[in-house]
C-alpha cells in the first residue's frame, strides 16, 4: 500500500508563513502527480495547488503567487510554502497523491493523507 504523512500545519498570524510538506512511502511504481487540498469548516475540499511534473502546476486563482508547490522525486515528497496567509486560508490541508503500485496492476489511483491543519489569525 502507498501511505502519506503530512506535516508543517499549526498556528499563524495574518501575513505570517507555513511550510507544509508529505512524503510518501510504500509499494511505489511512480508517480503521476502530488498536491494539496484543503477544507475549511462547512466548505467542500478543493484544490490548493498540484504538480505533475516539471512546470506542470496549477493552483487555486486565491493562493496564485502567495503559495508554491515543489517536490523532492527521490524522496517521494511534495512541499507547499504558504506565505502572506490570511484568515480564509485556515483549513484542514490534505496530501493527494495519484500513483500506481508495484502489486497492483491497473489504473493508478488517489492516495490521501489524514490531513494537517492550518489556522491563520487575523
Known amino acids: 500500500q502507498v501511505h502519506l504523512v503530512e506535516s508543517g500545519g499549526g498556528l499563524v498570524q495574518a501575513g505570517g508563513s507555513l511550510s507544509l510538506s508529505c512524503a510518501a512511502s510504500?509499494?511505489?511504481?511512480?508517480?503521476?502527480?502530488m498536491g494539496w487540498y484543503r477544507q475549511a469548516s462547512g466548505k467542500q475540499r478543493v484544490l490548493v495547488a498540484r504538480?505533475?511534473?516539471?512546470?506542470?502546476?496549477k493552483y487555486l486563482d486565491s493562493v496564485k503567487g502567495r503559495f508554491t508547490i515543489s517536490r523532492d522525486n527521490a524522496k517521494n515528497t511534495v512541499y507547499l510554502q504558504m506565505n502572506s496567509l490570511k484568515p480564509e486560508d485556515t483549513a484542514v490541508y490534505y496530501c493527494?497523491?495519484?500513483?500506481?503500485?508495484?502489486?497492483?496492476?491497473?489504473?493508478?489511483?488517489?492516495?490521501w493523507g489524514k490531513g494537517t491543519l492550518v489556522t491563520v489569525s487575523s
Open positions: 504538480s505533475a511534473g516539471g512546470d506542470n502546476t
Open positions: 510504500g509499494s511505489i511504481f511512480s508517480i503521476n502527480a
Open positions: 493527494n497523491v495519484e500513483a500506481y503500485s508495484d502489486y497492483d496492476i491497473g489504473p493508478p489511483k488517489d492516495y
